[in-house]
């Protein structure tokens, strides 16, 4: 059966698996990540550009003063090969049969310490969990130096927006006032979630030039420093799925129709991606507004000319 979700999630997987024509280790490759929602992989990054990224990166980390940059791919190329990596490509591929969209890098020079959470409360899609993160290690990554942590099988679970805990998105003037006021309740909420679903962590110690795949809603957080000091020199990069409409759920409240949609850049071509929804083309980013007044009462009282406007401007 057809159905408008990725086929690693489907109810129907293990009958598509056997229909699949795999050989012998993809297909066991696409079971573990079907069954555990997370793969680590040799992405087969040359040493080379790995080295290059480094030599680039390191001096925005002290210039911007900081241990995180968003959107380096934008001024450093080699960030963005990184991100476009042709075998990553290729598995992402295969995992979702849709053409990937990478969209945004993040690189960090320490761990993070982020608490435990799931990007489907940052990035979202429609059909759901079109999404996925990878994950890779421009240094050696152990125990000090804060790795990642990950619950296997968690992205089974279902997707926890805001409104399950009594809040809404979209009142919220931007995402840094959302997370300013809203996040730790969210983050609060995983914790406790984790603990009464008894989820096994495991911390994910990698060798340089290694990569960790995982789906949208898989639980993973960031590991304590127990080495003062230490580096941990590392890029994920987050990619969307063709043929979607894509979403920021920290301000989307779906019942009062306030859909934030997410301008999306492929970093593989540098143009931007329109959202669709089932072949229908979404024309705006952020929200869409309408004027919920009868069509006569319309046309008599607000000029032709003036509602033309206003609908170029909505679907522009």
């Not at 849709?98 to 690189?107: E, G, H, M, S, V």
Request: aromatic content about 12%.
């Amino acid at each position: 059966m057809q159905m408008q979700t990725p086929w690693v999630e489907s109810p129907f997987f293990e009958k598509e698996l056997k229909s699949a024509n795999l050989d012998q280790e993809t297909a066991e490759m696409v079971k573990f990540y079907a069954e555990n929602g997370y793969v680590i992989i040799d992405p087969q990054i040359d040493d080379e550009l790995i080295e290059r990224a480094l030599s680039q990166i390191k001096p925005e980390f002290t210039k911007h003063d900081t241990n995180r940059l968003q959107d380096a791919w934008k001024e450093h190329d080699a960030v963005r090969q990184i991100a476009i990596a042709p075998r990553v490509i290729e598995i992402l591929n295969i995992l979702y049969r849709r053409r990937p969209i990478p969209f945004q890098t993040l690189n960090f020079s320490t761990g993070s310490q982020q608490r435990t959470h799931s990007d489907s409360i940052h990035f979202n899609s429609v059909p759901e969990r079109y999404m996925a993160g990878v994950w890779i290690a421009l240094e050696d990554v152990h125990d000090g130096n804060g790795p990642l942590h990950y619950y296997p099988a968690s992205h089974r679970l279902p997707f926890y927006d805001l409104s399950i805990l009594g809040m809404k998105g979209s009142t919220s003037s931007s995402i840094e006032d959302m997370l300013a006021n809203y996040y730790n309740r969210y983050e609060d909420f995983i914790e406790e979630l984790v603990a009464q679903k008894h989820l096994e962590k495991k911390v994910l110690n990698l060798k340089k030039g290694q990569a960790l795949i995982w789906s949208a809603n898989l639980l993973h957080g960031g590991e304590k420093i127990t080495v003062p000091g230490s580096t941990r020199y590392t890029q994920v990069n987050h990619f969307y799925f063709e043929n979607c409409a894509y979403y920021r759920p920290m301000k989307t409240d779906m019942a009062l129709e306030r859909i934030s949609i997410q301008k999306v850049t492929d970093i593989s071509t540098g143009k931007e991606v329109q959202s669709n929804y089932l072949g229908t083309p979404i024309k705006y980013v952020g929200y869409s507004y309408k004027m919920y007044l009868p069509g006569t009462l319309m046309r008599k009282v607000i000029p032709s000319n003036f509602r033309q406007w206003v609908q170029k401007m909505i679907n522009k």
